[in-house]
């Protein structure tokens, strides 16, 4: 498992891909995406992930469960 701690989610999600713990391929048609999103409202920079699961260094089969949490826009910050 990559460390995807700090970067952008798609590009976690592409970093994913490029180590081989995600292979869309593999899938099939009804198959499950195995990577979840989990957003929060942080502090931290719109759209990074903040934490991981399973933790960088892991060994993972491939298309197994993985849980990424990502910051949404900071608290306090309304939208009209």
Not at 6 to 28: D, F, K, M, R, W
Request: aromatic share 8%.
């Amino acid at each position: 498992m990559p460390n995807v701690l700090g970067e952008e989610y798609v590009l976690a999600l592409n970093n994913l891909q490029t180590a081989g713990v995600v292979n869309p391929s593999s899938i099939g048609y009804f198959g499950t995406y195995p990577v979840t999103i989990d957003w929060i409202k942080s502090t931290k920079t719109p759209g990074s992930v903040t934490a991981q699961s399973p933790a960088s260094g892991t060994t993972v089969a491939v298309n197994s469960a993985v849980i990424l949490t990502v910051s949404q826009f900071p608290v306090g910050i309304v939208f009209p």
